[in-house]
């Protein structure tokens, strides 16, 4: 007879008892031989040993804690789960720290890594828990019906999330608004983005120095702006009203030089920004260069002034074209400022009368 087994056989024949640890060996018919143990191999008899020796660790705490092995295995297992997650996680970040000291690009590996770490242990540890148990699609049925409606709001955040990360509609440093909330993105998280707040009581876009945390559902619900996106820069409006009385064409004159000189570089980097654009939005702007438009007003001529700005130097621009358009007046006596005044109408003075002589009744008769 022959065999093919790799442990090592105890042999009985006419002989005596012989052992053989070769790979094969070869019986005779004629012999009267009997196979009555067969060894195993060192490999395999460390390997049964460690199987020994975990079955016997384990059988002692179940009997220490009253807890099923299977379920201390399972325990065990998600614990070093866990830890190598984490130390992973730290290798990742400790080499992406060594290798750049841009704090975005640091901010996303982390939030990325993490996320990632999450996903994986999560399913992992779905496979590890829910191993062999029967009915599972029933289970998860009713199981996701109960959290759809327990959770709805949650829920909604949760996709709202899932939404951001997959179509991107904002990226953290962007300028958003989401309904009523403005701010700078400095976060976005499971269940809420986190918005530096801009605007509210602090007029021309300034920081408040408020953290606003806006639900991910608002996205499904609220319109959402985006400053920064695609064309990064924003239309700014500054309006100048000047007197009736005023030489309102050199007023409108210096107002163009004065946007040209402060404004004038942003419209070049504008069209270049447009162009880059237009692959991806339908962008029918033709005009980028700064403009002052006339009309009138009850108390004046307002001449207003449109130019492109980056959306966090708008109080920056306004301030420097004040400054120059308020000296550039200063110097120029046919154009004066106009502002909200009364007129008291006097008739007698009106009509040219001298002080304290009143009316004469033809006076009156003639003007009737």
């Known amino acids: 007879m ?10 009985m024949g006419p002989h005596g008892i012989f052992l053989s640890s070769r790979p094969w060996i070869h019986v005779s018919p004629f012999m009267d031989y009997t196979i009555i143990e067969i060894w195993q191999s060192p490999a395999s008899r460390t390997t049964e040993n460690r199987e020994v020796v975990m079955n016997e660790f384990l059988s002692s705490i179940e009997a220490s804690t009253g807890l099923p092995a299977g379920l201390i295995g399972k325990g065990a297992t998600t614990l070093a789960l866990l830890i190598l997650a984490l130390l992973l996680r730290a290798i990742i970040l400790r080499i992406i720290w060594k290798r750049t000291d841009n704090a975005k ?6 939030k990325t890594a993490s996320y990632t770490m999450t996903i994986v242990v999560a399913i992992v540890l779905f496979s ?12 998860l049925g009713l199981l996701s019906a109960g959290l759809a409606i327990a959770l709805k709001d949650p829920l909604a955040n949760f996709v709202g999330w899932l939404i951001i990360l997959a179509t991107k509609p904002f990226t953290v440093g962007d300028r958003i608004q989401i309904g ?3 701010g700078d993105l400095i976060d976005i998280r499971v269940f809420r983005v986190v918005l530096l707040e801009v605007g509210n009581w602090v007029s021309a876009d300034q920081g408040t120095g408020r953290i606003l945390y806006v639900p991910n559902s608002k996205i499904f619900l609220e319109t959402v702006a985006n400053y920064n996106i695609g064309f990064p820069y924003i239309w700014n ?14 007023a409108k004159a210096i107002l163009k030089q004065t946007v040209t000189d402060i404004a004038g570089t942003t419209s070049a980097d504008a069209e270049r920004s447009m162009k880059e654009a237009s692959k991806t ?3 029918t702007y033709r005009e980028l260069g700064p403009a002052v438009f006339t ?8 001449l207003t002034i449109r130019y492109l700005c980056d959306p966090r130097k708008r109080r920056s621009t ?6 120059r358009i308020l000296d550039a007046f200063g110097a120029v006596p046919s154009i004066e400022l106009a502002y909200p005044t009364q007129r008291f109408y006097d008739r007698p003075t009106e009509i040219g009368l001298p002080a304290g002589e009143p009316e004469s009744k033809n006076d009156d008769s003639s003007t009737q």
């Open 105 to 110: 690009v640091r901010f996303i590996a982390r």
């Open 128 to 139: 590890i828990w829910l191993e062999g148990l029967s009915g599972l699609p029933t289970y």
């Open 318 to 323: 306004e301030e420097a074209m004040w400054e």
């Open 180 to 182: 009523t909330h403005v």
């Open 237 to 250: 409006e500054l309006p100048v009203l000047v007197t009736f009385e005023s030489d309102w064409r050199a």
């Open 2 to 11: 022959e065999t093919n087994s790799l442990g090592i056989y105890e042999i």
């Open 281 to 283: 939005f339908l962008l």
């Open 295 to 302: 009309s009138v007003r009850d108390s004046g001529v307002l």
